[in-house]
């Protein structure tokens, strides 16, 4: 023990334990070969806050370790970094909630959580991962000018959106939106749009054109369905591959209906699959309002012209009553034309192009004369 003031020139050697009470000041290097350690558990500091140390230097490998079981420790990875151990954590702020850190949560899960916001700011931000990127949240917003998916493009595929409803959505779709996977019913298969490359024109939408490969070809086109989007001249069908084309009228339990423009080799005509009719007294007019077939009345067929109306055919001719009664026309002759009146399939009376005239029955005159073609009367 030494009490008051001694000087040594030489080195100082101490068998056993040295004890110095005051304080002591050492003005060169102190080498020590074991180490320097407290006299109790959290007795002593390294500096303090008006004489802080300078650098301080530690060998490959090595750690420090932190609380009296040494559960914290930072540990130097030799040549590449810092190790923090098991799932400790960095925390921030004074750590009075100690609800934001960086750490492990387990084998290989790195976790950053903030109670609030994380910010992450460069001119330029690269996530790369091998497999994939999960964001799970109520709401994501991209406040940006442009986003570009998989831009430069991978050889292996283009770039791709794919999105996945929830999976208890199983209510009937009353809203508009872009699906995939089982919207409402069981579908493995992944419904893949592709997008046009030509800009579109004012008031078109999206069309698709058959599958191929399992994508859906969209391309822009008129919109028929609205009267915003309906145009003076409006066309179904592509105009091209020599096919038929279609408008179904999508009924009811199967009660459908469907107006084709057959192709039939470039010589086409409209195709009504189901009977077309005019409502009430609306008329079917030809030319003009003077030449219509209509029905003034119900169970009338009315036939109008402001001229002649002809009927021609390359056969025969029948006009039929309900009662059977026939009014023909060269029904039994193949060289003279010939105005038959049948009952049934008797054959009553007929008049030829000659001017024969031939009656099978009686003939009853409410008139006084006769006359033959030299005007004599036969009374």
């Keep these: ?133 999960t964001i799970t949240s109520p709401a994501i917003n991209l406040e940006t000018a442009a986003l570009s998916l998989n831009e430069p493009a991978a050889a292996a595929a283009p770039g791709r959106l794919v999105l996945y409803e929830a999976t208890d959505n199983d209510g009937d779709d009353t809203y508009i939106s872009i699906e995939a996977g089982d919207v409402n019913n069981t579908l493995t298969t992944a419904i893949q749009l592709i997008m046009p490359i030509l800009p579109p024109s004012e008031g078109q939408v999206l069309k698709s054109h058959g599958i191929s490969a399992l994508k859906h070809q969209l391309f822009w086109a008129t919109d028929n369905s609205t009267a915003a989007g309906a145009e003076d001249i409006n066309i179904i069908g592509t105009g091209s591959g020599n096919n038929d084309v279609v408008l179904r009228f999508d009924g009811t339990s199967g009660n459908d209906a469907e107006i084709t423009w057959d192709h039939n080799s470039g010589t086409g005509f409209l195709n009504f699959d189901s009977p077309a009719r005019m409502a009430g007294t609306t008329k079917l007019e030809f030319r003009n309002a003077d030449i219509s077939i209509s029905s003034s009345t119900d169970n009338q067929l009315d036939l109008i012209s402001d001229g002649v109306i002809k009927l021609a055919s390359d056969g025969d001719m029948e006009i039929e009553s309900k009662g059977s009664m026939k009014l023909t026309v060269d029904a039994n002759s193949t060289t003279t034309e010939v105005f038959g009146f049948y009952t049934a399939a008797t054959e009553v009376a007929r008049i030829n192009q000659s001017g024969d005239l031939q009656l099978d029955g009686d003939i009853q005159i409410d008139g006084n004369d006769i006359r033959s073609s030299t005007a004599t009367a036969i009374t």
């Design 1 to 133: 023990i030494i009490d008051g003031g001694v000087g040594i020139a030489k080195k100082l050697y101490v068998g056993t334990n040295l004890a110095v009470t005051g304080t002591t000041l050492l003005t060169d290097e102190v080498t020590v070969n074991t180490g320097i350690i407290p006299d109790a558990q959290g007795g002593a500091d390294l500096g303090k806050a008006a004489k802080a140390f300078g650098d301080v230097y530690m060998s490959d490998g090595k750690a420090i370790k932190f609380g009296n079981e040494q559960d914290v420790q930072l540990t130097h990875y030799a040549d590449n970094g810092l190790l923090l151990n098991s799932t400790s954590k960095i925390y921030f702020e004074d750590g009075s909630n100690y609800d934001q850190y960086i750490g492990s949560t387990g084998t290989g899960l790195t976790k950053v959580n903030s109670p609030a916001t994380i910010q992450l700011v460069a001119p330029l931000l690269d996530l790369d991962a091998s497999s994939e990127v």
